[in-house]
């Protein structure tokens, strides 16, 4: 038996048959599984583009035996796949797809690149075997199907089976095999991909365009490459005298997978073995937690789905070296953060082990809520905002030596960056990078107020900059945030804040009630009770009799989903009032006892100058709740 890992291109290159015995499985793959293999390849494609990757990514084993007709001389070999023809059928239909719209946008070249690996180089001896010239053949049940998807294409699975398609071409699910399913995926997937680039990519969607050929030539080809170059599989060479069917069944037992975190674990206390530390003490003292099934839950707001275990480990590297962390390739990064330019960052696996342990409580209190101090009360806003690209700042900023009142103000700032972004309207794309950025900073200058706001003080664009007091106070005022925000909890979130800034010492202090509803003091449906200012109704449907009518309901619109008309109610008050007149709706506000509603039920009467006022009144509280990087302690 023989154990090397090798990149695609040298697999997929290789002049060999791959057949698949006839005790394997058909083709099972479907978008569960072809959805994060296109996230894996995406991933390294974006690194490409950006530079050459700095790992190669293990897609799993490939087990090879002896083809079961031993060899012929001037024929191409055979060999028989006794595990990972699930992964070599993807490989190939990936393979196909990229063909197909390399062709469809007119850059026939790819499909020449693509060749070699779907096909063998023709060979005398294989005049009378129909299928020799096919890198691939599957089980008996998919081979028709699946030669005919590489030879022809979509057009040719069309052709010969109808039956799988509308009449308007689209394909349909239920009758189609796997490999057709999987073609069509990765059809549609790499077309939008060369055309318009990553999704989220700001900067890459912007120049992507209809017309832009050299940046859809560089995307495929970077598809391309990201297979070839930087998939990798481990692949496994039986013995003549190897039992392939044994081997398959072993391998395919019930064991579980091993995680990133299995693989480090291992890694770590095989160093400590060697150098002379005592792994069963370490693993009890230090390591023993982390076996809790706490840690092998996935992460629930994390992205991606992945065991809190390997977000944790990737927080932690993040906390201490400032540099992006792919989770993907968490293994290689782990090694190659323990030995950074060849040097070792700890002197002995116990420090090693000391300086991520220490991390454990922060992130059971970022995770739970565990404790009641800051670091908890900021674990709950992230947990309502769904933010965990904020953990390695937070790390590093629990972990440093800075004053207890600087770690409070700090954590306050990284809450006040989500809200003023949120409700001026700025993207939450990209937020890891800055937090990573933060990091960064901290460590090469410390964990200061001063180092957050000069992170801050150049960053102007869009996806970075941590809004001013005068956008901010702005924003407040005149952006509909009710319909800005799709997860109305972190709305309720923001109206709670501001009920408890609202507070003096004669207020009743009450937590938050767990039955608040926000609620539209002007009603969304205003029309039946609420006229405009100057007296006139309008009718159910809104429309207007005049352009001065127009003006006047565009003007009530463009206040109607603005902070300075959105409070609090418990949930049957907001029934209850619901699209009542004032002087009803006031009422039922006056009951919640709430500060955040006494300023609105002083009024007689409430319209959009009404509304105004408050927003201006909630915008000068806004900013004391949520400060910037510059505003005095």
């Avoid at 937690?289 to 480990?313: G, M, Q, T, V």
């Avoid at 003080?457 to 956008?471: H, I």
């Amino acid at each position: 038996m023989d154990a090397k890992d090798h990149h695609l291109i040298a697999i997929l290159g290789d002049q060999k048959r791959f057949v698949v015995p006839i005790y394997q499985r058909q083709y099972s793959w479907q978008e569960n599984r072809l959805e994060p293999f296109w996230d894996d390849v995406v991933a390294k494609a974006e690194e490409a583009l950006k530079g050459k990757p700095r790992f190669s990514h293990y897609m799993g084993a490939l087990i090879l035996a002896p083809g079961a007709d031993g060899y012929t001389i001037g024929a191409t070999p055979r060999v028989q796949v006794v595990d990972g023809q699930q992964r070599l059928t993807t490989f190939q239909i990936f393979l196909a797809a990229m063909r197909e719209v390399g062709i469809g946008l007119g850059f026939p070249e790819v499909g020449d690149a693509v060749h070699n690996y779907l096909f063998n180089r023709p060979m005398s001896g294989d005049a009378a075997d129909k299928d020799a010239a096919f890198k691939l053949i599957p089980t008996p049940e998919d081979r028709s199907i699946f030669h005919s998807l590489v030879q022809g294409g979509l057009a040719a699975i069309m052709k010969d089976h109808p039956a799988f398609f509308y009449q308007n071409g689209n394909l349909i699910k239920a009758r189609a095999p796997n490999a057709v399913r999987g073609l069509v995926f990765f059809k549609d997937r790499i077309e939008a991909y060369a055309r318009f680039g990553q999704q989220g990519d700001e900067e890459e969607e912007a120049t992507a365009s209809e017309n832009d050929t050299d940046g859809q030539r560089r995307r495929l080809y970077a598809l391309l490459e990201a297979l070839l170059n930087h998939l990798k599989l481990v692949v496994i060479t039986l013995a003549e005298t190897d039992d392939a069917q044994v081997i398959f069944e072993t391998l395919n037992s019930k064991a579980e997978p091993l995680l990133a975190m299995d693989l480090v674990r291992n890694n770590i206390f095989h160093r400590a073995s060697a150098q002379g530390e005592s792994a069963e003490v370490l693993f009890e003292r230090k390591w023993r937690s982390f076996d809790a099934p706490f840690w092998k839950e996935d992460a629930p707001r994390a992205k991606p789905k992945r065991p809190r275990i390997d977000h944790f480990l990737s927080h932690a590297l993040t906390a201490q070296s400032g540099e992006e962390i792919s989770l993907r390739e968490l293994y290689a990064e782990y090694r190659a953060f323990t030995r950074p330019k060849g040097k070792l960052r700890f002197q002995t696996v116990e420090q090693e082990l000391d300086a991520l342990v220490a991390y454990v409580p922060t992130y059971r209190s970022l995770e739970l809520g565990e404790g009641d101090g800051m670091v908890g009360w900021l674990g709950s806003k992230l947990r309502t905002w769904e933010v965990s690209t904020a953990h390695p700042l937070v790390f590093c900023i629990a972990a440093s030596d800075a004053a207890p009142a600087i770690k409070d103000r700090l954590y306050k700032l990284v809450y006040s960056y989500l809200v003023r972004r949120a409700i001026c309207g700025l993207t939450s794309k990209g937020m890891n990078k800055t937090f990573q950025r933060l990091v960064a900073a901290m460590l090469e200058y410390g964990v200061s107020l001063e180092t957050f706001a000069a992170a801050f003080a150049s960053q102007n664009g869009p996806t970075v900059r941590f809004p001013s007091d005068v956008e901010f106070q702005a924003a407040v005022q005149t952006n509909p945030v009710y319909t800005w925000f799709p997860r109305k909890e972190r709305l309720a979130d923001i109206l709670w804040e501001l009920e408890c800034a609202s507070r003096t010492k004669f207020s009743v202090s009450t937590a938050r009630p767990s039955d608040m509803s926000i609620e539209h003091i002007l009603p969304q449906t205003w029309e039946a009770h609420w006229p405009l200012p100057d007296g006139r109704t309008v009718p159910y449907d809104g429309a207007a009799a005049d352009e001065a009518t127009a003006t006047a309901i565009s003007a009530r619109n463009a206040a109607l989903h603005t902070l300075g008309n959105l409070t609090l109610i418990t949930v049957p008050g907001n029934s209850a009032a619901s699209n009542q007149a004032f002087n009803v709706k006031a009422a039922w506000l006056k009951q919640s006892l709430l500060a955040l509603n006494l300023d609105i039920i002083g009024n007689s009467n409430w319209g959009e100058l009404e509304i105004a006022s408050r927003g201006r009144g909630l915008a000068d509280l806004a900013v004391k709740v949520w400060p910037s990087p510059t505003s005095p302690l």
